[in-house]
């Protein structure tokens, strides 16, 4: 409910910034911390426990590491969103993480104001990704195509232009469609909404219809299916 405190667990292996990262939750308004991890499978158990609304996960940790602790979260708690905070930006960390059910991915020089936001983000259903991380996928997507990644889009720029509906994949109404371009550019819920003039109950009910039409099951899922199907801002 309004007003409600976000409660989150912090999953990292080493003590001092686990610690850190605890204190520094503490001090940022409508954030309670419930607990902390040292590894995987303590964040796991914990999570069963405290059922926490979001867990702040790094990645390499012993015994059960975050990729896996994030899965096996989000299969038993989907209720539970995962922001991965970790020191890599890889490929190998970041891809693998967002496909186990992470929403967020920040690497550990973000400051108190980028978590925050990060956590306030995938609490609303949007994506808590770095811009730095947002590019990287963009272009990642993009090789696979073969086309130049999209910059982000301005926040005056015109909405997507779907494909026509005869043309759309999966019984994507054309509606769904630009919701699903304007994912795809990195807006969020609100956003979106902003974009096309609706409530943001609208945004999300057109986003449950297409996620369960595309079979997606978040929205970097979403951003990738969008790519492959020519789903996006740069469409005519």
Wanted: charged share 20%; no cysteine.
């Amino acid at each position: 409910m309004t007003g409600a405190l976000t409660r989150v667990l912090v999953a990292d292996d080493q003590t001092v910034v686990r610690e850190g990262i605890v204190m520094l939750l503490g001090l940022l308004p409508g954030i309670e911390v419930v607990g902390s991890a040292a590894d995987g499978e303590e964040a796991v158990a914990l999570v069963e426990r405290h059922h926490p609304d979001v867990v702040l996960m790094d990645l390499r940790m012993p015994r059960v590491d975050g990729v896996e602790a994030t899965r096996r979260i989000r299969a038993a708690h989907p209720e539970t969103e995962v922001v991965v905070l970790t020191t890599y930006a890889d490929d190998d960390s970041l891809f693998p993480a967002l496909q186990a059910g992470a929403r967020g991915y920040l690497t550990k020089d973000a400051g108190g104001e980028e978590i925050a936001r990060a956590i306030a983000d995938v609490r609303s259903g949007a994506a808590g990704l770095s811009p730095q991380v947002q590019l990287r996928l963009l272009e990642k997507l993009s090789d696979a195509q073969g086309t130049p990644a999209p910059a982000p889009a301005p926040a005056s720029a015109p909405v997507p232009a779907a494909t026509r509906p005869g043309e759309l994949p999966d019984g994507l109404t054309a509606r769904e469609a630009e919701v699903l371009a304007l994912i795809a550019a990195g807006l969020s819920n609100t956003e979106i909404a902003q974009r096309l003039f609706v409530s943001p109950a609208t945004v999300k009910t057109h986003i449950n219809n297409l996620f369960a039409k595309t079979a997606v099951r978040d929205r970097a899922q979403a951003v990738a299916y969008a790519f492959r199907h020519g789903i996006t801002g740069t469409q005519q």
